[in-house]
């Protein structure tokens, strides 16, 4: 029931159109559509530390239902309905109470807006990320206790790892609390515990779906086996990010830690980036993950529906802190909070810190939701069914801010957080028109502009991402992705230039034309500002723009 109440969710934004087409989600598109004509991309374009894995998913679907958007988001619903149905086992077995699991089923499918968009739109492996964590959770937890000597399933979780690590780095949050962890309980083998009692997961003498309390000791552990094998997984899921990365090792090891988003630095100082990355966390990232504000603005669902959620997400944080019986819960507790901190530290320490939409808060949602679920199955011990109409509460609030979000389109439930990259794609089909009726199959454009158009038009229009799209006209050569594109741009003999919401650039662009004695006509289609039937082509290097970095 509440699988279905999650998928129906997306099928509504999805009918509604509520989730903007982008870039990034164009760029993974082209890939997968590469892939069947042949290609074999080991990384997103333009990077090298997040794998295509998802690309390649993309790609299986278009086999079947033809290369349209919604076969994009078809992937991103069914790795969802994924992560919601291995959550509860986790739950489970960290918790030991199928109350708790199903609150925990309950929050993850209709959550803050946060979650609903990326887990609906794909940028590349988020998706996937938290399918992996939860694995990784899951099977950790178990090759941890009562399956160490599972040498199959030691195998299969380094296997899990090693994709994840390919797919998208934000993996490491959940792989290394996890690993450290099963390092640690391989020093602590063959030690007694005593009395474990773990709802429905018995250690010592396995028996799920009953209550066994006796004298427990580890299941001894004859070698490092399992270990090794772990590591054997690893080595093959992560396979692809090594052959990348061939002879650029540390390129790919520096893209990782954020070197791809270091522009994002704002202070001169490591001490003051530690600083301003710890604001970002608290003031920004916080309210996101809780759904107080959408994650591309300020603004967010009326402020005084949010004070019941908010007043449970810190009391929940409060009781997760509480010492829990049993050695086996406790042990669940630990990787739970492991997670949070391994993506505290990897924030705070990193350029990634300087992202201020969320997206990197993910994979907290589990944690907080296991202390939110726990914490209302306590307070309804104390208070009655009054538990139960907060978590209606709750649920209410994450419903209206995903539906104000939604009818507020534009811009929808976006992943653009500056508010001139957001581009009206409900024109895109009058300015695909309008390009080939004027010879404007070939040209310029910005970074959110490029991609969407290459894919949408089968890649007839083809527009290279040479354009800024900052108020500063600054400019990342990074976000030249594709080099068959630039090198197809500079064979035609002809060339457009389309702009985006950017005064200051179309009069520069106007200025440097009338200054190269060359006449042109402009239009203006929704969003888009296109320069046309230029009297010659004029490439970038005549109109000397400011460079890229």
């Known amino acids: 029931m509440i699988l279905t109440g999650a998928v129906a969710l997306k099928a509504v934004l999805l009918a509604f159109d509520a989730v903007p087409f982008n870039a990034d989600e164009a760029v993974v598109a082209l890939m997968a559509r590469h892939i069947l004509q042949g290609e074999r991309p080991w990384f997103f374009y333009g990077q090298t530390y997040m794998g295509t894995l998802d690309a390649y998913l993309v790609a299986g679907v278009f086999r079947v239902f033809g290369e349209q958007m919604l076969a994009i988001r078809l992937v991103q619903v069914a790795l969802f309905a994924a992560t919601l149905v291995t959550g509860y086992p986790v739950v489970l077995r960290f918790t030991g109470a199928r109350r708790t699991a199903v609150l925990v089923a309950l929050l993850l499918a209709f ?214 019986a049993g050695v086996v819960v406790r042990s669940g507790r630990l990787l739970l909070w492991g997670v949070c901190g391994t993506l505290f530290l990897g924030f705070i320490l990193t350029p990634f810190g300087g992202d201020p939409s969320g997206r990197y808060f993910l994979p907290l949602y589990l944690p907080l939701f296991v202390f939110t679920a726990e914490a209302l199955t306590a307070l309804r011990e104390r208070a009655g069914r009054w538990a139960w109409v907060l978590l209606g509460i709750v649920l209410v609030f994450n419903l209206v801010g995903t539906a104000q979000a939604a009818w507020t389109n534009p811009p929808g439930i976006t992943t653009q957080f500056e508010a001139i990259t957001r581009v009206d794609h409900r024109y895109d089909v009058e300015l695909m028109d309008f390009l080939r009726a004027h010879s404007g199959t070939r040209g310029y454009a910005n970074y959110w502009v490029a991609y969407p158009i290459a894919f949408l038009s089968g890649e007839e229009i083809i527009l290279v991402p040479r354009l800024p799209y900052k108020a500063d006209l600054r400019y990342t050569s990074r976000d030249d992705r594709y080099a068959p594109y630039r090198e197809w741009v500079e064979a035609s003999p002809t060339a457009v230039y389309v702009t985006t919401n950017h005064p200051v650039l179309d009069a520069m662009l106007r200025e440097r034309l009338r200054d190269l004695g060359v006449s042109y006509a402009e239009v203006q289609i929704g969003d888009y500002h296109v320069f046309h039937d230029l009297s010659r082509k004029v490439t970038l290097s005549e109109l000397a723009l400011p460079a890229g970095k």
């Open 111 to 324: 959550p803050p807006v946060l979650l609903t968009l990326y887990t609906t739109a794909s940028l590349g492996g988020y998706g996937e990320a938290l399918l992996a964590g939860n694995l990784l959770l899951w099977w950790g937890h178990r090759l941890g206790w009562e399956d160490m000597q599972r040498w199959g399933l030691w195998l299969a979780w380094g296997l899990v790892a090693g994709l994840g690590f390919w797919a998208f780095g934000l993996v490491l949050v959940y792989l290394v609390p996890v690993a450290l962890w099963l390092l640690w309980r391989l020093r602590t083998c063959g030690r007694p515990l005593g009395q474990v009692q773990v709802g429905q997961v018995q250690v010592g003498q396995v028996q799920v779906g009953q209550v066994q309390v006796g004298q427990v000791q580890d299941l001894p552990l004859r070698s490092w086996r399992g270990y090794l094998l772990a590591v054997l997984g690893f080595v093959a899921g992560s396979l692809p990010w090594w052959l990348g990365n061939l002879g650029r090792v540390d390129v790919g090891v520096a893209e990782l830690s954020g070197a791809a988003v270091r522009s994002t630095a704002v202070a001169g100082s490591f001490l003051g980036n530690v600083g301003a990355r710890v604001f970002n966390f608290v003031v920004l990232g916080l309210p996101a993950l809780f759904g107080l504000r959408f994650p591309w603005g300020m603004e967010g669902p009326p402020l005084w529906l949010a004070v019941p959620a908010l007043a449970l997400y810190l009391g929940a944080l409060g009781y997760g802190l509480r010492r829990r």
